[in-house]
């Protein structure tokens, strides 16, 4: 069993920062790419940011330049750094990693979320 647990949402205002942290843990052999996707109310969940096991990071135009991923990868831990937050950032922030259970098993685990709110 593989287990995603984010921490690190909040409210802040608009231009502030927030640090969000997602720690993989369980029956973990290999991850292949780990990131953070969002949804707002009434909106479909949508990328923010993936980085590979190569370190290969990935960005929608609407965050890059503010938001910076980054990853440790012997703590299976990841990042997200927000810069210069916006209120079209509010939604609720879901982990997700596309992992290796075992050497035969492959699958893609999502966290609980946590919630952002960004106060104009």
């Known amino acids: 069993q593989v287990q995603l647990v984010e921490s690190g949402g909040g409210l802040v205002q608009a231009g502030g920062s927030l640090r969000l942290s997602c720690a993989a843990s369980g029956s973990i052999f290999r991850i292949d790419a780990i990131g953070w996707y969002r949804q707002a109310p009434g909106e479909q969940r949508e990328l923010v940011a993936t980085i590979t096991s190569g370190g290969s990071a990935n960005y929608p135009d609407s965050v890059k330049g503010r938001f910076t991923i980054s990853s440790d990868i012997a703590k299976n831990t990841v990042y997200l750094q927000m810069n210069s937050l916006k209120p079209e950032d509010t939604a609720v922030y879901y982990c997700?990693?596309?992992?290796?259970?075992?050497?035969?098993?492959?699958?893609?685990?999502w966290g609980q979320g946590t919630q952002v709110t960004v106060s104009s």
């Open positions: 997700n990693a596309d992992l290796w259970s075992s050497r035969w098993t492959y699958a893609s685990y």
